[in-house]
């Protein structure tokens, strides 16, 4: 068994204005930080209408799939943008969530990492927001569910910023669990511990400005890790942002390259325990190219460990 790695080149397609943090440079450095390992490489396929609807309405795929312009480059929002290539960058993602679950599920691989763009986590059910089009972790979550009849998926999410999208795709979600640590205060403003889910199936982790390794190492420790284990998932999905880094422009927690080791670690060992070490993770933030790629490097040695 290995791991394996979807990822395709129509997501150096989705392309920003100059400047902007989320860049098509951050999947080149990831690619290449990864060159060295033995991999199953498997091309992200191109998720259809169906898939999108498993989280989202047609008239938002419908009004995203409008907006994208036939040259340049157009706003959503202030920091959500879309170029001729984004919309099937963003299918792309789908559909490499999809296909990781598929291919972990199915035992070709052991576990799963994707390495796409647009990230998903802020999309919500019919907004776009935060770099984000389509919710890639809810609708992998929600495929693991319907399609290969799980009784339950965990998804955690250990981007600096709360993944309120995912989180509002999971809220009526009995099945799920959605773990979810970020900066607080810090965009978007959603994250509070009292934010709970609909049935009890949200856990938020707000971490202070500044917050160190031993800061997050005991919220995981005395408050993920033993939700996991309670809940007992079949299948966990992690949403991998790697912007906790110190080095990363965008937000002030203070994580080290060997902070996103260790969590990686820790978590293939409760799906080891707990589903049979499935997993399958999908990149989410991170803005310093370097740091990027050396957390993204050191997150996918571990489920290459995990997997063997």
């Known amino acids: 068994m290995t791991t394996a790695l979807l990822t395709h080149a129509d997501c150096l397609g989705h392309v920003t204005p100059e400047g902007h943090p989320e860049q098509v440079a951050r999947l080149d450095h990831v690619l290449h930080a990864l060159e060295p390992f033995d991999l199953l490489r498997i091309g992200a396929p191109v998720a259809e209408d169906r898939d999108l609807t498993r989280a989202h309405p047609q008239s938002y795929i419908d009004r995203i799939a409008a907006a994208a312009p036939a040259e340049g480059e157009t706003a959503l929002d202030s920091d959500t943008w879309m170029s001729p290539g984004s919309m099937n960058a963003a299918r792309r993602g789908v559909g490499a969530a999809i296909r990781a679950v598929d291919a972990v599920l199915s035992g070709e691989a052991s576990n799963a990492f994707c390495a796409t763009r647009p990230p998903g986590h802020h999309a919500e059910r019919e907004t776009p927001m935060g770099f984000c089009l389509f919710g890639n972790a809810a609708i992998a979550a929600k495929h693991a569910l319907d399609h290969h009849g799980l009784e339950r998926v965990a998804v955690v999410d250990f981007d600096v910023h709360h993944g309120n999208g995912t989180q509002d795709l999971l809220w009526d979600e009995p099945r799920t669990l959605f773990i979810s640590s970020q900066q607080s205060p810090l965009w978007p403003g959603t994250g509070a511990a009292s934010e709970r889910g609909a049935h009890d199936n949200v856990l938020n982790l707000p971490l202070a400005p500044g917050s160190d390794s031993a800061s997050m190492r005991a919220a995981y420790i005395e408050q993920a890790f033993p ?77 290459i460990e995990a997997g063997k």
Not at 232 to 258: C, K, M, N, V, Y
């Open 227 to 303: 939700r996991l284990h309670d809940f007992r998932p079949d299948l966990l999905i992690l949403s991998a942002g790697f912007d906790a880094h110190r080095e990363d422009p965008l937000a002030q927690l203070a994580w080290e390259t060997e902070d996103f080791r260790w969590l990686t670690r820790e978590l293939c060992r409760i799906a080891a325990d707990q589903c049979g070490g499935r997993v399958v993770s999908l990149l989410e933030g991170g803005y310093d190219l370097a740091a990027l790629a050396a957390a993204a490097r050191a997150h996918v040695y571990e489920l």
